[in-house]
């Protein structure tokens, strides 16, 4: 080739590298297959070439919308969406040069955060199967109306605004093998029970402390926390470290509306159950505010009996409660519990569909309005003295308890010397109550059940769904 061919060459090329790097880049939340919350404001960020005219088109209406870039080319535009609909709508974005983005959805979006529990894909994880899955993901098929988001891990020691790493997939073998296995279980039945395309993002991170999910204007609210140097550049345990995660992979989710969130995490707190009450109360708080959602529903799951240091301490019992005790606290929350799928020797229980079902028969009654079924197992309600017998009466137990005509297992009871003794216990006459007493204790004033770090109970409700252990004191 001579050198004006090459010279020609030249140019085109670099003709072609200024369109691409012209080319509209979208905050990478946003992409093909994704799912946007139904009847929301959805936000778009991203950048043009600097002062340019951004024209927005949606598929779902006629309606015209344009933004003009900064000067460093970014720009923000907030589009209105319709009723939950199955077909998919393509999204035009254009400053001279279309960004399409496809196959996009409208339905229910839920965010899916925690520690190790939540992060345990379908498949299960090295020597830690998912009982069960197999099934569902060989039979994984795209033509549901489930999409998946998996954010990969990332920490920042200040907010960012966008970058974090991921991108919307149909459901196939690999991706659902992939993604959390207690977030896929709850959309799954979420999409059968509703019938409306649901999106679910799984941004976790095994071994993580809920204050490393918090932003410091909150944490700072609670005292005693210490935050990182934001010039710091390593850390040992980024997942432990306040802030670092909810800078780096909650915080570019601003602007992009969810309908709720299911929160699976607390292992690595229990050492502190009080200051975890408050965490937990301050975290929904944040959450629902950046979210732009007050009453945003939340629902989390009751860590299940695990040995911890020792099958019979009570480390993680006191931890239990102060979940249990977050449900009378916090408006618009549910919790899952788990007393009967726990592993003494592994802390990753291995029925997570049991764990994602129970989180979505929750969200299906309290968030849906769906009736006909109970959604929670026994939940302690009150217990008073008659004579030397203790009568508990329990929640979510209108239909009957059980085993009826059988001994319950799991009940200890306690008089003024606060010695625990194992308790007799049976249901009264098929009702939502239990006698509990013991004939060594003679006055008893506390009650108790599974309240170890390991203990399994037998009391359940008609449902089938177990009770949450728990520990109270007496009436008179």
Not at 322 to 350: C, K, R, W, Y
Not at 420 to 431: C, V
């Amino acid at each position: 080739m001579n050198k004006i061919t090459n010279l020609l060459i030249i140019v085109l090329l670099c003709g072609i590298a200024t369109q691409l790097e012209a080319k509209i880049k979208l905050s990478t939340v946003f992409g093909n297959h994704m799912v946007l919350q139904q009847q929301a404001n959805v936000t778009f960020k991203g950048y043009a070439d600097a002062n340019k005219r951004v024209k927005v088109r949606v598929g779902w209406n006629t309606k015209k919308y344009a933004v003009i870039a900064d000067a460093t080319g970014y720009f923000e535009i907030t589009v209105s969406t319709p009723e939950s609909v199955a077909k998919p709508y393509e999204i035009s974005f254009n400053d001279g040069e279309e960004l399409l983005l496809k196959n996009v959805l409208i339905g229910e979006v839920w965010f899916c955060s925690g520690q190790s529990n939540m992060e345990m894909p379908v498949k299960g994880f090295r020597g830690q199967p998912v009982f069960g899955t197999l099934k569902h993901i060989v039979t994984a098929n795209p033509n549901r109306k489930i999409r998946l988001y998996t954010v990969k891990r990332a920490w920042n020691t200040m907010p960012q605004v966008e970058g974090v790493v991921g991108e919307w997939k149909e459901l196939s073998a690999k991706d659902v093998a992939e993604f959390s296995a207690t977030a896929y279980f709850f959309g799954d039945m979420l999409e059968q029970s509703l019938g409306s395309p649901i999106g679910l993002v799984n941004c976790s991170w095994s071994m993580s402390k809920i204050e490393t999910w918090m932003d410091q204007e909150s944490l700072a609210r609670i005292g005693g926390i210490k935050f990182p140097d934001i010039n710091q550049k390593e850390f040992e345990w980024p997942a432990g470290t306040p802030t670092l995660l909810w800078n780096a992979m909650v915080n570019p989710w601003k602007g992009f509306p969810i309908k709720g969130v299911i929160w699976y995490q607390g292992e690595a707190n229990t050492g502190d159950p009080t200051l975890y009450k408050q965490l937990f109360a301050a975290m929904t708080r944040q959450w629902r505010t950046f979210f732009e959602a007050p009453e945003m529903p939340f629902y989390y799951v009751q860590l299940a009996p695990w040995q911890s240091g020792g099958k019979d301490l009570l480390d993680w019992a006191y931890f239990r409660q102060a979940q249990l005790e977050l449900l009378n606290e916090i408006p618009n929350v549910g919790m899952a519990i788990t007393a009967d799928l726990g592993s003494e020797v592994f802390i990753h229980p291995p029925l997570k569909i049991e764990v994602g079902q129970r989180l979505a028969y929750w969200a299906l009654a309290k968030t849906y309005g769906k009736e006909g079924f109970q959604y929670s197992g026994p939940i302690f309600k009150s217990a008073r003295l008659k004579d030397a017998v203790a009568e508990l009466v329990f929640d979510f137990g209108k239909d009957g308890l059980n085993p009826e005509n059988e001994k319950i297992k799991g009940f200890e009871i306690a008089g003024k010397n606060g010695v625990f003794k194992t308790a007799e216990a049976l249901i009264i006459n098929g009702s939502d109550r239990v006698k509990v007493w013991c004939d060594e204790v003679k006055e008893p004033v506390e009650v108790r059940y599974c309240f170890k770090n390991y203990k399994i109970g037998n009391l359940y409700n008609n449902a089938g769904l177990p009770a949450a252990p728990f520990r109270a004191l007496i009436s008179r």
